[in-house]
């Protein structure tokens, strides 16, 4: 059984790689880059990105990538840089330094009355500072393909439970089913030996106008009508073949959700039915537990890729 929710959700992270030009050089930054996909259901595929300047134009793979592995559902890609640091001080770079030496006495030429840069300044100047944009080329789509796996993975978690709670209520619905049919006949029965009261009390009030024969037979046909009007074989015949491909669906695996929806409408449509023929207390109290258990199952085919 291969269901697949398009619930899920998905967060890698890489190794991280060194801002500075020294790795062992003290208060170096290390970056690394997080990843989170998250799905909900949606009709059709809906995919939106949230990604860091440096990393757009990577979204064109990253659709393409999702777009294999996804049918269906509403899908979020986001994208992170976390910043950590070693312990200690970074002793800062020469190049930065330089490069601040020059940009204070340039505001100093232009604003003499502004302050010269303390070394608290200069420190936080240089923590600012990653070594340059770094190429995420060879990071972010091996990333990407491992977060499209674990999400796959979590819809596929999720499509299981999802399954095995559907095939629970196609049992709970045959076995309702199986209590409706044989409910017909007696209150068919029912109504019969009812009009055939009817017609004798009728018979003793016509002072022998009407034949005990001619009575008889209305009592039967009037019995008989009831008994077409109140017959819910077809629904119950009908509402089983549903039942059966919706258990195929299941089993088979695959892409069904849209399939398995009109099956639920289907169901639906047969459960009303039966309700509206119902002429007795215990066939409209199974039409009613019928719906309750397919409305049930319509909430969570909803989820189904």
């Known amino acids: 059984m291969q269901v697949y929710s398009m619930t899920g959700y998905a967060s890698v992270q890489s190794q991280g790689a060194q801002a500075a030009q020294d790795a062992s050089q003290a208060g170096a930054a290390n970056v690394r880059l997080g ?14 990105f949230r990604l860091p300047d440096d990393l ?25 840089f976390e910043i950590s640091r070693s312990q200690g001080v ?43 944009p770094q190429d995420w080329s060879e990071q972010l789509m091996p990333l990407a393909r491992e977060a499209v796996q674990a999400l796959l993975e979590a819809r596929r978690r999720e499509g299981e439970r999802l399954g095995h709670m559907l095939l629970d209520h196609i049992e709970q619905l045959r076995t309702l089913a199986s209590q409706a049919t044989p409910l017909v006949p007696q209150v068919v029965e029912q109504q ?16 022998g106008s009407v034949s005990a024969e001619a009575a008889q037979d209305r009592a039967l046909t009037e019995a008989t009508a009831f008994a077409i009007r109140i017959d819910v074989a077809e629904e119950i015949t009908r509402l089983g073949a549903h039942l059966d491909e919706l258990a195929h669906l299941i089993n088979k695996g695959g892409e069904m959700g849209k399939r398995m929806d009109f099956l639920i409408q289907e169901l639906h449509r047969e459960a009303n039915t039966m309700g509206s023929k119902s002429a007795a207390l215990p066939l409209t109290r ?11 199952m319509r909430e969570q085919v909803q989820n189904i890729e």
């Open 56 to 80: 757009r134009a990577f979204e064109p793979p990253l659709r393409e990538l999702i777009t294999k592995a996804l049918k269906r559902g509403k899908v979020e890609v986001r994208a992170v």
């Open 286 to 296: 199974i039409s009613v537990d019928m719906k309750v258990l397919i409305e049930q």
């Open 90 to 132: 970074a002793a800062p770079n020469p190049a930065l330094l330089e490069s601040l030496r020059l940009a204070q006495e340039q505001v100093t030429h232009w604003l003499p009355g502004a302050k010269a840069l303390s070394v608290a300044d200069v420190l936080r100047l240089a923590g600012n500072d990653q070594g340059g």
């Open 35 to 48: 990843l989170e996909i998250r799905s909900v259901n949606s009709r059709f595929l809906d995919l939106s």
């Open 192 to 207: 019969r030996l009812r009009f055939m009261d009817k017609w004798k009390e009728a018979l003793a009030l016509s002072a």
